[in-house]
């Protein structure tokens, strides 16, 4: 489930968690439901493309993204023709539902009025699904010990 305050949402695909949303305000707020792919203490990558709306705005702009208690901002210059370029944030699931927010510290308004500010798009969660590195430290070791000819 996706849910969206206090941004501009451009397309909304229904079969994917693409969406692509100008932040407009101070906050925009995505909602994940992670119990279905995830466990508590999980390994998540958050990826997504940070771009601006082909306005002719021509700035920085600064983005935090947020996912549970793992927090980091992000700085793109935007040339005011539609580019983007691709960030990730890794963190750990830290309950079954985990708020994922973006921040624009960089919304403006020109002279024209055209609101200028960041883009996010092409949101996704990638799921760790590998073993823990202590685990496969053991799993090695038992495998050395199994091939020993006693």
Do not use: H
Request: glycine content about 4%.
């Amino acid at each position: 489930m996706i849910c969206f305050s206090n941004c501009e949402v451009y397309k909304t695909p229904s079969t994917s968690l693409s969406r692509k949303a100008m932040l407009q305000s101070s906050l925009c707020l995505l909602a994940y439901k992670l119990q279905q792919v995830s466990q508590r203490d999980q390994r998540i990558a958050l990826e997504f493309k940070l771009g601006d709306a082909n306005n002719s705005c021509v700035k920085y702009f600064l983005v935090a993204a947020q996912a549970g208690s793992t927090a980091q901002n992000f700085t793109l210059l935007s040339n005011g023709t539609g580019s983007a370029k691709n960030f990730s944030l890794k963190f750990k699931a830290d309950s079954s539902v985990t708020p994922i927010s973006f921040t624009s510290y960089t919304t403006s308004l020109t002279k024209d009025g055209v609101s200028c500010g960041p883009v996010v798009d092409d949101v996704l969660l990638r799921v760790s699904r590998g073993m823990k590195p202590d685990m496969q430290w053991i799993f090695l070791v038992f495998l050395y010990l199994a091939a020993i000819p006693w």
